[in-house]
């Protein structure tokens, strides 16, 4: 069974993040860098994530232990749109396609079905992506805002 360790949903080996970008920076055909952790609230087996309006949401996930493997399935059914990814070979769902081919952000007002399975285990959750202001009311946690352009990379050295 998956667990909630402060935004970061694990099921054994196999970790999964939600990130935050903003959606005049969303490209579904290039890797995507996070701006922030989307924060995540936890209801039985459902789990709530804000996105605001200027903002889009991708999934990131990687594996603790090497020499495994895992999978990560992203679908909002209502829509007839997913995404699924082979971990370790990838690690980012950043569209869900619709059955026309186009990649469709993962953003506000989505209920998507999340399957995590690794080699032993498989289990999933729903994710209600909702607006800041629902998820405060619902959280009674903070969400900072989106910030209007990429974090500056680490300085090295």
């Not at 860098?33 to 936890?42: G, H, I, K, M, Y």
């Not at 709530?48 to 895992?70: H, I, K, M, Q, T």
């Not at 959750?125 to 900072?144: K, N, Q, T, Y």
Request: proline share 8%.
């Amino acid at each position: 069974m998956w667990t909630l360790d402060g935004d970061t949903v694990v099921l054994g080996s196999l970790r999964l993040r939600f990130h935050r970008i903003g959606r005049a920076h969303w490209d579904a055909a290039r890797p995507l860098r996070s701006w922030d952790v989307a924060p995540l609230f936890r209801e039985g087996r459902r789990l709530y994530v804000p996105c605001g309006g200027s903002e889009v949401l991708w999934a990131g996930a990687w594996l603790d232990e090497d020499g495994v493997s895992g999978q990560l399935t992203v679908a909002n059914v209502g829509a007839a749109r997913y995404a699924t990814i082979t971990l370790p070979r990838s690690y980012q769902i950043t569209a869900l396609v619709g059955l026309d081919g186009t990649p469709n952000p993962l953003c506000t007002s989505s209920r998507l079905d999340v399957v995590m399975a690794t080699e032993a285990q498989r289990d999933g959750f729903l994710l209600d992506v909702i607006r800041p202001g629902e998820w405060v009311a619902l959280s009674r946690r903070f969400v900072p805002e989106c910030v209007a352009a990429p974090p500056l990379p680490p300085k090295l050295g």
